[in-house]
């Protein structure tokens, strides 16, 4: 399935106005549900086949969604999980975005993106985009 980022709010097929009863038809049945945290306001659907995990707000709205180093997310044609951080951070500046680094990794608050990066090998393995303004991540309301 295609997980191209066009513009902050969009994923693929995915969006922050879609329903968790929505998200399966387009996702598929292929998922597990769990909860993430002890203090999660709901629970997350983890598709294993796609390599993502999907976040709901207590309405049953769509979050955001964590993507891992199998899944198919790519912005301007390019992956962008599973690959050098330093690739990654180059091909945002040469797109005009400045990322924020941080000691976890780096955010892209203009789409949305939180990277996680592997201090050893500097790859980055998880992305967290978010798909809706209200939604925070590491504090920061977007």
């Known amino acids: 399935m295609d997980f191209s980022i066009a513009e902050y709010g969009l994923v693929g097929p995915l969006n922050g ?25 709901n629970t997350t659907d983890a598709y294993s086949q796609l390599d993502l995990h ?22 301007n044609g390019h992956k962008l999980v599973g690959e050098r951080s330093t690739d990654v951070l180059a091909l945002f ?7 924020v680094i941080d000691d976890d990794g780096f955010e892209v608050g203009e789409l949305g ?14 992305l967290y985009i978010n798909l809706r303004r209200e939604n925070s991540f590491n504090g920061v309301v977007l």
Request: net charge negative.
């Open 17 to 41: 106005k879609l329903f968790r009863a929505q998200v399966r038809e387009i996702l598929g049945a292929g998922f597990e549900v769990f909860w993430k945290t002890a203090d999660s306001l």
């Open 93 to 99: 500046r040469r797109h005009g975005i400045d990322p």
């Open 113 to 126: 993106m939180g990277f996680y990066v592997d201090d050893d090998d500097d790859l980055i393995t998880t």
């Open 54 to 75: 999907v976040y709901y707000d207590e309405r049953d709205m769509v979050k955001g969604v964590e993507f891992f180093e199998r899944s198919t997310v790519s912005w």
